[in-house]
């Protein structure tokens, strides 16, 4: 990374794939499919896997220094709501199942779940806080017509 890049920026790249069908990887080359039809999950619910993801990271990596999991279930909802014809999604929840041995290390871990939940929430996790802060959406569209290489905007 030069010493002009910003350490802060995140950044992914889609590529269509096919029609309906996208892939959508990140600088280091990870990499998820997505899209319309079966197998794929759609976008609405990489939103929602996002902020289950977020919040669950936040809780596993500091119970998991105590005790491994014997069960880590997390469900995120969520309910799309048309309001004069744009859609957008309202009551999102997450629900915490999460289980472990019943040994020191297990209490221990299970003791600090609900706190990291409510940490994760007020603080650390990025996409559900930005999803409830709500930031602005930027457009910047380059088309290219024939083989010339001509960029309309």
């Known amino acids: 990374m030069s010493e002009n890049e910003d ?4 950044s992914v790249e889609l590529t269509r794939t096919a029609t309906g ?10 990499e998820i499919e997505f899209g319309q039809g079966e197998g794929l999950l ?11 993801g977020c919040s669950s990271i936040d809780v596993d990596t500091v ?3 105590s005790a491994e999991p014997t069960d880590f279930r997390v469900a995120a909802t969520g309910r799309k709501v048309v309001e004069d014809g744009a859609s957008r999604v309202d009551g999102l929840h997450l629900s915490f199942n999460v289980a472990f041995p019943d ?3 297990g209490r221990k ?14 603080k650390y ?3 559900s806080r930005t999803v409830e802060r709500g930031t602005p959406v ?6 290219v017509l024939g083989d010339a290489g001509q960029t309309q905007k």
Do not use: F
């Open 125 to 127: 996790c990025t996409v």
């Open 138 to 143: 930027t457009n910047e569209v380059h088309v």
């Open 63 to 65: 119970t998991a220094r």
């Open 7 to 10: 350490p802060m920026l995140r």
């Open 42 to 52: 759609n976008p609405m619910e990489l939103l929602l896997a996002a902020i289950v």
């Open 21 to 30: 069908r996208y892939t959508v990887r990140n600088a280091a080359g990870a």
């Open 103 to 105: 040994t020191a290390e």
């Open 109 to 122: 871990a299970a003791g600090m779940v609900e706190r990291l939940v409510d940490l994760s929430h007020e």
